[in-house]
């Protein structure tokens, strides 16, 4: 009777590594997959931090260059206001008759 108990637990004791094994294994292979995952998310943040760093410069950049073709538009419209009153001024001296 002892040994028909053993045999039984010996089976049970075999069918219970039998699923313990391949799960330990699923296991370890959720861990692997769980560190790349980490590392993934890690280099995402880091990728965004740097983006966001690139956006920054960009929009600070463009202020800058907002700036200077601001100035350099009321350059261009105050030569063009000359311009124009010199050709002005010119057309009104050539029909202004002769003495």
Same mark, same amino acid.
């Not at 990728?47 to 760093?53: H, P, R, S």
């Not at 050709?87 to 009104?92: T, Y």
């Given at each position: 009777?002892?040994?028909?108990?053993d045999g039984i637990l010996l089976i049970a004791l075999v069918a219970t590594s039998a699923c313990v094994v391949p799960m330990y294994l699923k296991l370890k292979r959720l861990d692997r997959v769980q560190a790349e995952y980490g590392a993934a998310v890690t280099a995402s943040g880091i $990728? %965004?931090?740097?983006?966001?760093?690139a956006v920054r410069s960009f929009s600070g950049e463009g202020r800058e260059i907002l700036e200077a073709l601001s100035l350099k538009i009321e350059e261009a419209r105050a030569l063009v206001s000359e311009?124009?009153?010199s050709?002005? $001024? %010119?057309?009104?001296a050539r029909r202004e008759p002769k003495a």
């Open positions: 009777m002892g040994s028909l108990v $990728a %965004l931090t740097q983006a966001g760093d311009l124009e009153a050709r002005a $001024a %010119l057309i009104a």
